[in-house]
Nanobody, 113 residues
Framework: QVQLVESGGGLVQAGGSLRLSCASS????????MGWYRQAPGKEREMVAI???????IYADSVKGRFTISRDNAENMIFLQMDNLRPEDTAMYYC???????WGQGTQVTVSS
């Protein structure tokens, strides 16, 4: 199982942007899908975006048009470009290979009003 490490989180004002990165310790070529999930205090962890090997993507309704997931198999990384951030986007964001039950430790995103 590869190790996944997120980075790029931080504090940003509403309307701002952040780009999250997820670095893998090994190849992600064999992983069928990777994605970003988030969990806010008092809430269940939710899917934000998923990308499979063919490039097909799924986004949560709440982030459609604002977030973009991408995958670079050669670099063994995935990214989440987050634009027009809202306070309700505040959460711990996790990189994952969900069908392999492989999760990173998270990076905090805080969006101020």
């Amino acid at each position: 199982q590869v190790q996944l490490v997120e980075s790029g989180g931080g504090l940003v004002q509403a309307g701002g942007s952040l780009r999250l990165s997820c670095a893998s310790s090994g190849t992600i070529f064999s992983l069928n899908a990777m994605g970003w999930y988030r969990q806010a205090p008092g809430k269940e962890r939710e899917m934000v975006a998923i990308i499979n090997n063919s490039g097909s993507t799924i986004y949560a309704d709440s982030v459609k048009g604002r977030f973009t997931i991408s995958r670079d198999n050669a670099e063994n990384m995935i990214f989440l470009q987050m634009d027009n951030l809202r306070p309700e986007d505040t959460a711990m964001y996790y990189c994952a290979a969900p069908y392999n039950d492989n999760w990173g430790q998270g990076t905090q995103v805080t969006v101020s009003s």
